[in-house]
Every structure is written in C-alpha cells, then in structure tokens.
C-alpha cells in the first residue's frame, strides 16, 4: 500500500513538470493533459524498471519507447504531430544535471587546473548524459522507425 | 497529367516553403517538414516536391507538368522560440487542404492568419516554478528546498520572459538567467536553510535545459537528416555551455566551489 502511494505522488510530481515545459513550448490547451499522463508514464516506468536494479539508461531507453508508443497511438486519434506530446512527456526524464555538472567540470578543469578527481567526475557525468540523451531519442524514434517501412504518413 | 503554367507553379511553391520555413522556425523535426511539404505540394498539384534543409536554410523545388517544368526557391529560417502550436497549426493546415481540396489561397490565408496559442504569462511563471520545484522534490529535497526551489525558478522564469520581450538573443538570456536562478537558489547554503542545498541548486536551473533542440537533434539523426541533426545538437550545446557560463559566474561572485 505504502509503494502504492508512493508511485502515485511520484507520478504526480513528475506529470507538473510535463505540463509545466508544455506550457513553455507553447504546446494546444487539449494537448495539455496528454503531456500530463505522458510525463507520469514515462517517469513511473524509469522508476519502476530502477526498483528492479535495471541501470538507468536502459530503463531510460525502455521508458521512452513507452512514451514514443503511446504518443503514437494518441497522435493518430487526435492528428497531432508526435513531438508535441513526446517531448513534454520526458521532460522529467532529461538529464540535465549531469550535462551541467559535466560543463561546470570543464570549465573547472580549465581555472583550477587539472587533477585526476575532475576528469573523472568530467567524464562520469558527461558519459551519463550523452548516454541517457541517446537512450531517449532512440527510444521516441523507435516506433515511428518501425511504421516508416509503409513508406507513407504516420498521421 | 498536371498542367500548371509558370505562374501558377511558382505561386505554389511559395506557399510551400513558407509553411516549411514555419516549421522549422518553430522546432519541428525534419522528417515532419519534409513530409507536409510534399504533401501540399502533391495536394496543390504539382508532381513532386524535393526539399533540402540545413539548419539555417531551406531550399525546395517543385516538379511538374511530367517533371519537366521545375521551380526552385530558397528561404532563411531565423530560429524562433519552440512554439508547438504554430507547428500543429501548420499540421492541421496541410491536411485541411488534402481532405477539402483547398487551393492555393487558402494556404496564404491560413498562414497569415496563424496566432501563437498564448498562455497566461504568470500562469507560465506559477507553473514552472512549481515544475523544478517538482523536480527538487523528486532528487530528494525538503520543504523549505523545495520552496526555494519555486521561488529561484519562478524569478528566473520571470526574467526569461522578460529578456524574450526584449529579444535578447537565446545565448544571452539564457546565461543571465541561470545565474539569477543560482543566486537565488545559493540562499539555501548560505544560511542554511535546506539540508540539501545541492539539489535545489541543481534544480533551479532545469528550466533551461535545452530538451526540445537535443532530443530533436536526434530524431533528425536517426531518421536520415544528418546535417540537421548536427546543427540541432551544437545549438543545444551552446545553450548548455551558456547555461554553465551563467551557473560559473554566480559561483564566483559567491566565492563557492560548485555543486
């Protein structure tokens, strides 16, 4: 029961994110509340998938082909271009910590000169988010890549 | 067969590359303005439409009369803030004229007429306020990391908006307001008001990760736009290293390590 909970207030805090940057790419009212149940999908999938000791790319990866399905089926119901509701949807999912920390690193290594502690945090940080990125965009693309062979419109 | 005169050919063109321009101003990815421009072109009556896109640019031909008449054009895209309202406009728009068999009028006059979807401006700043805040929650901050959190953003978005009024350029506003939002954020260590001053730091300034330009950058990539994935990807790249610079600076002014 206590899990339960959980999940569902995690779900709810990572579906305000979703709408939140929804709102700042200006996505349609009527798309709002897709962005909203897509954010929580994606993340409680990562989540879920991390409880089980999957490493966090590949649940990332796992979580965004989720997504990428899911906005497939909604954007043929409603004609919508896919973008507006994937992209929404991993906002909660975007690692842009690391990507920060691993610039801030550099640019570190560049005032303080270099030491074997900030290459390496460089480098972590750096590798985690290319990674989680990469994880992403191939989990969204999937879907779509597997209908292109008609060689017609998805919507 | 298609028989339009030169005219008429260069008429439609012109209506094409400017729904395509749109597009792309917008940030929608290229596999989606390659496809609606060659489905215009097919539903305005021309044989075929061949599109060339470089992050920068577009250049588009038309095809017709059995491919023999061709009309090409090309237009600079000036990148805009990513509004996804303008690009479903467009969308629908595309797929108006295919089903209604509309003409090439109809076209011109839906994008003049097309009108960003605008939300409330505080409502904007209330919700991403709430969002990192969300975010802080998630990393595992306390209640008064997760307020400053709402309050760092919620400025930072603020001034966003307010250096997008102004039209500063996206490098510039972005790296005054990641400094702003780590000044405010650093309150928490400073006087130790949250007992995990790291994550409020780190999530105040997610509102400016570049998520849409990155993730784009990749679907472009894997679906065969190499070039544009390319642009895409440094664009993001320059916003996060402006990010950094903003986040650096802050630090230094408050003589603080890092995160």
Known sequence: MEILTQYLINALFSAIPAVGFAMVFNVPRSALIFCAFGGAIGYSTRFALMEFNVPIELATFLASTLVGIVALYWSRKYIVPRPVYTIASIIPLLPGTYAFTAIINLLQMNAQGVSPELITMFIDNGLKAVIILSAIGFGLALPSLFLMRYNRPII | ?259
């Not at chain 2, 509004?83 to 009028?105: A, G, L, P």
């Not at chain 2, 260590?189 to 780190?202: H, K, R, W």
């Open chain 2, 1 to 259: 067969m298609n028989n339009l005169n030169y005219e008429e050919q260069t008429k439609v063109t012109r209506a094409i590359i400017k729904a395509a321009v749109l597009m792309l101003e917008f940030g929608a990815e290229s596999k989606l303005i390659e496809e609606t421009a060659q489905r215009l072109g097919s539903a305005l009556g021309v044989d075929s439409v061949e599109v060339s896109l470089i992050p920068s640019a577009i250049v588009l031909s038309t095809l017709s009369n059995n491919q023999t008449q061709s009309v090409t054009t090309t237009r600079r895209a000036h990148h805009k803030p990513i509004n996804m309202s303008i690009v479903c406009d467009v969308q629908k728009m595309c797929i108006d004229v295919e089903k209604y068999k509309k003409d090439v009028d109809y076209v011109f006059e839906t994008i003049k007429n097309i009108q960003p979807n605008q939300y409330n401006r505080w409502l904007v700043v209330f919700m991403v306020g709430l969002s990192c805040a969300s975010f802080a929650y998630l990393y595992g901050a306390d209640l008064n990391g997760f307020l400053i959190t709402f309050l760092a953003s919620s400025v930072a978005m603020y001034v966003r908006h307010e250096l997008a009024i102004r039209k500063y350029v996206l490098i510039i506003s972005f790296g005054i307001t990641a400094f702003i939002a780590t000044l405010i954020a650093s309150i928490s260590q400073i006087y130790n008001l949250s007992a995990t001053p790291n994550v409020v730091m780190t999530a105040s300034v997610i509102l400016l990760a570049p998520g849409f330009p990155f993730v784009n950058s990749v679907l472009d990539a894997v679906k065969g736009y190499l070039s544009m994935g390319w642009g895409r990807w440094m664009q993001a790249l320059l916003l996060s290293v402006a990010t950094s610079i903003g986040i650096i600076l802050a630090f230094a002014l408050l003589s603080m390590k890092g995160w």
